[in-house]
């Protein structure tokens, strides 16, 4: 990593150039290696810091924002926590729409950095911790609602190219300069598909020989052409059941891969108790796929992971009992 020359001008320069550890603890026995990139140490505590920079300084150079104007997204938490920063720091309001499935840290973490936040009940079918598509829906609708009464810009995750490019322009290009080495593969956890679709591009115009799998729940692999067998898990951040996401696309595709919310939840525990890493679900998920992948197609080489968010914001749920 560079080393820091001057002062910042504020903490949105701080995001990214996040390290990359290997998972040497983790793998003991496995033949390979995990590299995985710790974006939880974003001021924010998840990859979506990056998102959120990006998609709001393109607004303004695009002249899509207007000074002071209202910014309006539909989030699970992260992305909302993002753009309170970057939006909080650059002056423009801030309205956060989440289900009230997703874990209370979060709600309150945005609320803390200036954010307006707005909870939308979960369908009554579905249990709290466990947000599924059709809450997201739900959500959705409330965000729209509010973007035409604010007239407000909507820094939208599902369809802004900020999102994608985020992760072409700087965590892939970060973590391709990190390895020390070569990366074989890469595997992700998908939420919109921007920090698949943006890293898997880097790699791939890097080397193309790199494989590159999408990571979902077992019990929601639509994006795999699986059946849904239940809408409801607890890897949060992911896993909505929308079987087309812009962000993706299918040359950057090799595999797809399944986790069980067990997998994830053991996975997260190790990461913690082993290698001093703490991170949420999907962090869980992405390196037990990865020890998938040194069991399999990706034997004796080195996986590529990003570990997504903080484990602090998961102290009420069921991670860490
Ligand atoms: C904790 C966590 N993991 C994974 C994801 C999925 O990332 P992406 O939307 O880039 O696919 C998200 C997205 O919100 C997230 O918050």
Redesign the pocket.
Known sequence: MTQQAQPYDSVIEAIGQTPVVELSRLTHGLDGRILAKLEYLNPGF???DR?ARQIIEDAERDGLLAPGQTVVEL?????GTGLAIVCGVRGYPFVAVMSRGNSVERARMMSALGAEVVLVDQLPTSRPGQVSGGDVALVEREAERIVEERRAFRAD?FRLEG?RRA?YLHTGPEFIAQAGGAIHAFC?????????AGCAAAFKEHDPSIQCYVVEPEKTAILAGKQVTDPNHRI???GYTMPHLA?LKAEHIDGYLQVTEREAIETARRLAREEGIFA????GANVAAAMQLLRGPSRGRTVAVLI??SGL?YLSTDLWE
């Not at 989030?75 to 992305?79: H, K, P």
């Open positions: 998840s990859k979506k998102i989030t699970s938490g992260n992305t995750q999102n992760h992700d956890f998908v939420g919109t598909g921007g920090s698949y949060q951040g992911g962000m949420g679900f999907s962090s997504n968010d914001k």
